[in-house]
């Protein structure tokens, strides 16, 4: 498969393409980097001493050459679309316009080795204009007000295939499948996140409700929302609701689904890497009320759950970082695909789409196990709580996100059993080591007293009075058991 950007120079084609090429697992290739080093100079050279047309001959027989080349994502000189025959050419191939207003353009570009701006960069204002038409043949991702994963995310969406794999799992069906987001047009019913409406507004049905995401959505103003949404499109018992977003979405949309009408048909489009090896798993949902997280939901088990891990690609980096750990979490409570993640870590980071899809359909199985032997937690499910008795100490106390503070508190709680003996100091190393890769472990010293506090509220404590608290510890990758500590000694690891 060959990928070619097009657009404007300053679009951002070449560093998109580099970011691009490392996510599908392809070569680099930049056509004027190409053509200058083929001719042993620049392209101003080329341009002055040769002039524009050799240029554009040089320029044609290299995209000729290209188009026998596989696995490559290239970036084009911005006038290759001049040429007729080129556009017929790329007309043929995954060929993707970077779309900037001129505005911006004028902004970002330098005139240095630009031959085209040697009159001055307002320049760019006319070519934009003479060019626009012939760039506008293409199918184009708007790139102004995205960031450069939003960018990427978004060209791949566009390319991928939507080829789907079944997975047998045994809660509830889910597939695996890159692109298969796209499928969310046919959904006449869906609650999306604003976001990701914005995103990949080109796949998002135009009935669909979008409504804001993260925890201040999770609750009861959101829900009624959903519900008349629901009451005035007609739903009955059959027809599916979709939800599409972060796990903050698909906890609300499955309640929703859940009570409305007694329960209706549910699919969910789970769109961060938590909410795809986690949260859209298992069929637990929930809503925050009064200030307490998920103190109303149930279990309710979706019709299918579609996992796109390009849908992941336009994520925050931070948050990307967050579901890594979620699944790492995952591979080491149950022991399958520890090695092999630790390897693909470096390649997980890319946000290689080859690395992901493989990973996350082996922690999406394993969630699956999980969940199917303790569908109610009542005991064995309750393991994926590992990192969340000091972790909860951190999100409130370090003001960091949840995902980040679950990273610290497994790191800090692998160490405490480490220094007790209960598990081996190579385990904690290895498991230390690879966090740091992931998020990083730059945590603070937390304060006795709210720590303390924090801690006896946890509702893992033994009981009100207790100086105890119960927690899941993992001895080796896929070996746990469930642990009373006491809890000034657990405190010493975090103050
Ligand atoms: N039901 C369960 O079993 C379960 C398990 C774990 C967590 N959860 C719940 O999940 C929630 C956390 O989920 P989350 O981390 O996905 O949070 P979230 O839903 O708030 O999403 C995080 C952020 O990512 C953005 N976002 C979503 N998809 C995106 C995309 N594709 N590209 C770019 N940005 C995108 C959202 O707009 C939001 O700002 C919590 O409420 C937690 O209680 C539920």
């Given at each position: 498969?060959?990928?070619?950007?097009?657009?404007?120079?300053?679009?951002?084609?070449?560093?998109?393409?580099?970011?691009?090429?490392?996510?599908?697992?392809?070569?680099?290739?930049?056509?004027?980097?190409?053509?200058?080093?083929?001719?042993?100079?620049?392209?101003?050279?080329?341009?002055?001493?040769?002039?524009?047309?050799?240029?554009?001959?040089?320029?044609?027989?290299?995209?000729?050459?290209?188009?026998?080349?596989?696995?490559?994502?290239?970036?084009?000189?911005?006038?290759?679309?001049?040429?007729?025959?080129?556009?017929?050419?790329?007309?043929?191939?995954?060929?993707?316009?970077?779309?900037?207003?001129?505005?911006?353009?004028?902004?970002?570009?330098?005139?240095?080795?630009?031959?085209?701006?040697?009159?001055?960069?307002?320049?760019?204002?006319?070519?934009?204009?003479?060019?626009?038409?012939?760039?506008?043949?293409?199918?184009?991702?708007?790139?102004?007000?995205?960031?450069?994963?939003?960018?990427?995310?978004?060209?791949?969406?566009?390319?991928?295939?939507?080829?789907?794999?079944?997975?047998?799992?045994?809660?509830?069906p889910v597939s695996i499948s890159p692109g298969g987001f796209k499928s969310i047009g046919r959904m006449p019913n869906a609650v999306v996140s604003r976001r990701v409406e914005r995103i990949f507004s080109e796949w998002i049905p135009s009935s669909a409700l979008s409504i804001d995401d993260g925890e201040e959505a999770k609750g009861f103003h959101t829900l009624f929302q959903v519900y008349e949404y629901l009451m005035d499109r007609g739903l009955?018992?059959?027809?599916?609701?979709?939800?599409?977003?972060?796990g903050t979405?698909?906890?609300?949309?499955?309640?929703?689904?859940?009570?409305?009408?007694?329960?209706?048909?549910?699919?969910?489009?789970?769109?961060?890497?938590?909410?795809?090896?986690?949260?859209?798993?298992?069929?637990?949902?929930?809503?925050?009320?009064?200030?307490?997280?998920?103190?109303?939901?149930n279990f309710y088990m979706p019709s299918e759950t579609i996992i796109d891990p390009v849908v992941t690609l336009s994520m925050d980096e931070g948050r990307f970082e967050e579901g890594l750990v979620e699944a790492f979490k995952i591979f080491l409570i149950t022991g399958q695909y520890y090695e092999k993640f630790k390897k693909l870590c470096g390649k997980l980071k890319e946000r290689n789409l080859a690395a992901l899809s493989e990973m996350l359909e082996e922690a999406v199985k394993q969630k699956d196990?999980?969940?199917?032997?303790?569908?109610?937690?009542?005991?064995?499910?309750k393991v994926l709580n590992l990192g969340h008795t000091l972790g909860h100490l951190y999100e409130p106390?370090?003001?960091?996100?949840?995902?980040?503070?679950?990273?610290?508190?497994?790191?800090?709680?692998?160490?405490?059993?480490?220094?007790?003996?209960?598990?081996?100091?190579?385990?904690?190393?290895?498991?230390?080591?690879?966090?740091?890769e992931i998020v990083g472990l730059d945590f603070p010293q937390l304060p006795v007293e709210e720590a303390l506090r924090l801690l006896r509220n946890d509702k893992k404590a033994v009981d009100s009075e207790s100086a105890e608290i119960e927690i899941p510890v993992v001895k080796r990758p896929g070996e746990f058991e469930f642990l009373k500590v006491r809890l000034d000694d657990l405190l010493a690891v975090v103050v």
């Open positions: 498969m060959r990928v070619f950007l097009i657009g404007m120079m300053g679009s951002g084609k070449s560093t998109i393409g580099r970011i691009l090429s490392s996510v599908l697992d392809k070569e680099f290739i930049d056509m004027d980097l190409e053509i200058e080093r083929a001719r042993g100079t620049s392209i101003s050279e080329i341009f002055e001493k040769e002039g524009e047309e050799e240029f554009r001959r040089l320029e044609k027989n290299l995209l000729k050459k290209l188009i026998h080349r596989d696995e490559i994502v290239v970036s084009t000189g911005g006038g290759i679309i001049l040429d007729k025959e080129n556009r017929q050419i790329l007309k043929g191939e995954n060929a993707v316009y970077l779309r900037l207003p001129p505005a911006d353009l004028y902004r970002r570009v330098t005139v240095n080795g630009r031959p085209l701006l040697k009159e001055g960069k307002e320049s760019i204002f006319r070519i934009w204009e003479e060019r626009r038409e012939l760039y506008e043949q293409f199918p184009s991702v708007e790139t102004s007000s995205q960031s450069r994963w939003e960018t990427v995310a978004a060209i791949s969406m566009k390319i991928a295939s939507g080829e789907s794999k079944v997975l047998n799992s045994s809660s509830h009955s018992r059959s027809d599916v609701l979709v939800g599409a977003g972060g979405v698909t906890d609300l949309v499955g309640f929703a689904s859940s009570t409305f009408k007694r329960g209706i048909p549910l699919v969910q489009y789970p769109t961060t890497l938590l909410a795809q090896v986690d949260a859209s798993i298992g069929g637990k949902n929930g809503l925050n009320f009064k200030g307490c997280k998920n103190v109303v939901g196990r999980i969940v199917s032997m303790d569908i109610r937690e009542t005991g064995l499910r106390l370090s003001g960091v996100s949840h995902g980040m503070a679950v990273a610290w508190g497994l790191e800090r709680e692998m160490h405490y059993f480490a220094g007790l003996g209960v598990i081996d100091e190579l385990l904690y190393r290895d498991v230390s080591d690879t966090l740091s």
